[in-house]
């Protein structure tokens, strides 16, 4: 199982960026892949997630980042995208991917870190 990120980077505030987590070596269809920050000494939190596979339209996210934050997937190509809008400097973050595969997100509305079994290596987010 393999999660690749990329699309980070130094931003201003009020600009938007675009994230990507592209998985192999799973069954990508019927599982659910969120998407965590963390900054230095701080836990990691969970912000979103999708449920993955065709047809499906289910997502969750953290309050926080409600109405800025969109979570979306292309099946065809196994990957997973967070779009911010209107960054701030509270964004400012280690974004990690990862996949869950016993599916909790179709269960269950939440995004938390135990659920998850593989990561990314995470992708830096800077915004001043």
């Known amino acids: 199982v393999q999660l690749v990120e990329s699309g980070g980077g130094s931003m201003q505030a009020g600009g938007s960026l675009r994230l990507s987590c592209e998985g192999s070596g799973f069954t990508y269809s019927g599982t659910c892949v969120g998407w965590f920050r963390q900054v230095p000494g701080k836990e990691r939190e969970g912000v979103a997630t999708?449920?993955?596979?065709?047809?499906?339209?289910?997502?969750y996210y953290v309050d926080s980042v409600k109405g800025r934050f969109t979570i979306s997937q292309d099946n065809a190509k196994k990957t997973v995208y967070l779009q911010i809008n209107n960054l701030k400097p509270e964004d400012t973050a280690m974004y990690y991917c990862?996949?869950?595969?016993?599916?909790?997100?179709?269960?269950?509305?939440?995004?938390?870190?135990?659920?998850?079994?593989?990561w990314g290596q995470g992708t830096q987010v800077t915004v001043s």
């Open positions: 999708i449920a993955t596979g065709t047809g499906v339209r289910k997502t």
């Open positions: 990862a996949a869950d595969l016993g599916g909790s997100c179709y269960y269950r509305d939440s995004v938390q870190p135990y659920d998850y079994n593989y």
